[in-house]
Structures are given as C-alpha cells and as structure tokens.
C-alpha cells in the first residue's frame, strides 16, 4: 500500500495551495444505506479527475454533493475555499460557479438552444442581453452546435443535446465542471462527439470531475483515476498506473470484467 501514500504525499505537496475542491471525510446516508463513507478527496485547479467504479458504489452521490444537488450528513466541502452553503442566495451563487451536466440533459424543452445557453447568464449572472446572446453563440459554435441555436432541444439528437447542456454549463464561467455519466443515455454513435468537446475541455485547463464508463477517456484525458466500491475511494492513481497496475483487488476485478467483455 505504499503506493498509495507516496502519490498522495506527492500531490499534496504540490496541490494542497491550489486546490479549488476539497472534500473532507464527508459522509452521505440514504436511510440505512451508508453511500459515501468518510471521503477524503482534493481536487486542484485545472485538474481532471475520473471517478470510475461498478454501479451502486457512490460515483454520482459523490459528483452531486459537489454543488449541493444531494446534502452531506458529515464531514465538509470547499470550493474556492469556500465551504458549500445550505441554501439560499449564497447556494445559488456557488452553483453558477459549479457548473453540471447530467446523464439526461435538462434542457427547457420550451426554450430554443440559444435562450436555453442564454438563460443562466440572464438570471444569475445578470448579465446584458447582447453580451448573454454574444456568449451563446460562440459557445454553441465551440461544442459544434452552432447551427442548431434556433432549434428547440426536441429537434436535436442526444449528442446535439448534450453538446448543448456543456454550452449552458460553460456560460456561466464556473470554476470546476462536473459531469455526471454525461454520455450514459447516449446511443453509440453520438458518445464521441460529446466526449471530443470534454477533451478539449481538458486540453484548455477546465478543472473537472468527470463520472463515466467511458475507459478510453478516463485513459486520455483525466489527470487522476478515482476508483470507489462500497461507498469509498478504493485507490487513486494516474491513469497509466491505475489501467496497467491497478493495486486493490477490487479494482482489478472491475478492470478485468469491463476490459476484456
């Protein structure tokens, strides 16, 4: 288990300063269901972390409790050094700064693609018309979508959609984006196009934390693998050692069940 120490003792050194998400033995019950237990995780800015680990085992819990869309029963989350409010203005606040992209879209069906990337900055951001309108476009061009802007999200595919979700999530200028299974309700063929605007993402500096069952992206684009089963962060490591090494068992069984199907 040594390993295990040394790349932390590692990225604590050089990440502790920098960190923009820090979660604290942070504890999470659903009834009598202990979902997240006792977890310890920093994430530092410009980083992207995966989250990986079989179904039931708290990835999602975990990517909600980062903007509050599940509460914490112990234990404390930071963002930009600010511990996450309960509620009110202040919750609204982080959340901007937060943005997230869910399994199913959560566009607003009545609003077309433009008003859709338009809105946050509107109500939450404040601000003006024209620069909102300004940012939309140019977002909506940058995850290849830009001829879609007067369609309604009904009128496109679940790639365009999602495409579009990322878009309104980066309208806002948050500081981390999280993604939570962003390509899991996905067919086949329109997974790439979503997961090429991820990596471009990445490739740009966005500090993610990255939900998926999508190896190959977890292999090219995350700074760092977070394995969890059960509830807990199992083992952590760069990609290259967590593909070609993994150090739990539980771990290389879930390894060999999704590699070698």
Same mark, same amino acid.
């Given at each position: ?9 590692? #990225? ?31 994430? %530092? #800015?410009?980083? &992207? &972390? ?8 708290? =990835?999602?819990?975990?990517?909600? +409790?980062?903007?509050?869309?599940? !509460? ?5 989350? +930071? ?15 982080? #959340? ?20 859709? @990337? ?6 939450? $951001?404040? !601000?003006?018309?024209?620069? %909102? ?8 061009? $940058? ?7 007067? =369609?309604?999200? %009904? ?8 495409? &579009? ?37 990445? $490739?740009?500096?966005? !500090?993610? &934390?990255? @939900? +998926?069952?999508?190896?190959? *992206? ?5 700074? $760092?693998?977070? *394995?969890? %089963? ?32």
């Amino acid at each position: 288990m040594s390993g295990v120490s040394v790349t932390k003792d590692v #990225r604590d050194a050089a990440g502790a300063a920098d960190d923009l998400v820090v979660l604290n033995n942070v504890n999470k019950h659903f009834g009598a269901l202990h979902v997240l237990q006792d977890i310890d995780l920093s994430i %530092a #800015r410009g980083e &992207v &972390v995966v989250v990986i680990g079989p179904s039931g085992s708290g =990835k999602s819990t975990l990517c909600r +409790t980062i903007n509050r869309l599940e !509460t914490i029963d112990s234990g404390s989350i +930071t963002v930009d050094g600010k511990v996450l409010p309960s509620e009110g203005r202040e919750l609204a606040r982080l #959340r901007a700064d937060v943005g997230m992209v869910f399994q199913s879209f959560n566009l607003f069906a009545h609003k077309t693609v433009l008003q859709n @990337v338009m809105l946050g900055q509107l109500k939450v $951001r404040k !601000t003006d018309q024209t620069a %909102a309108l300004e940012k939309a476009k140019s977002l909506l061009d $940058r995850v290849g979508v830009g001829s879609q802007a007067d =369609k309604y999200p %009904a009128q496109l595919s679940g790639g365009q959609q999602q495409r &579009v979700a990322i878009a309104r999530a980066l309208a806002m200028d948050p500081k981390v984006m999280l993604f939570d299974e962003p390509t899991s309700a996905l067919d086949p063929e329109m997974i790439n196009e979503v997961l090429e605007v991820m990596q471009q993402l990445a $490739r740009e500096g966005m !500090t993610m &934390v990255v @939900v +998926t069952h999508e190896m190959g *992206f977890a292999r090219s684009a995350a700074n $760092r693998v977070v *394995f969890m %089963a059960d509830g807990k962060i199992v083992e952590e490591a760069t990609p290259e050692q967590f593909f070609s090494n993994p150090r739990s068992d539980r771990a290389k069984d879930f390894l060999s069940k999704i590699l070698h199907h």
